[in-house]
Nanobody, 123 residues
Framework: EVQLVESGGGLVQPGASLRLSCAASGFTFSIYSMAWFRQAPGKEREGVARVSRDGAPTYADSLKGRFTISRNNGANTLYLQMSSLVPEDTAMYYC?????????????????WGQGTQVTVSS
């Protein structure tokens, strides 16, 4: 079965950087697009970034270039490098996989989720 395990979250101060990791198993990771979502208390889950199987990234417009998504297909691992963190970035961050190994995917195509890793940005 599909399994996604996030790690790397924690409590950091504004302006700090943090790298999240997602270990994937149960499917052929290298042929699937992957994504990061986040959900703050009382808010809907929102897409943060997604990356094609070839490594082409797409980001949410609101992130202003502060986040970078990448992948290591040999290690079945997805990453999210976050910089210049602000309190508004505080949320549970989720790794996600889509329903099928296609191209030109959108946020709604992602259907498999990890348990999440908490990121808290506070002074």
């Amino acid at each position: 079965e599909v399994q996604l395990v996030e790690s790397g979250g924690g409590l950091v101060q504004p302006g700090a950087s943090l790298r999240l990791s997602c270990a994937a198993s149960g499917f052929t990771f290298s042929i699937y697009s992957m994504a990061w979502f986040r959900q703050a208390p009382g808010k809907e889950r929102e897409g943060v970034a997604r990356v094609s199987r070839d490594g082409a990234p797409t980001y949410a417009d609101s992130l202003k270039g502060r986040f970078t998504i990448s992948r290591n297909n040999g290690a079945n691992t997805l990453y999210l490098q976050m910089s210049s963190l602000v309190p508004e970035d505080t949320a549970m961050y989720y790794c996600a996989a889509p329903r099928y190994a296609g191209s030109r995917l959108e946020w709604a195509d992602f259907a498999y989720w990890g348990q999440g890793t908490q990121v808290t940005v506070s002074s």
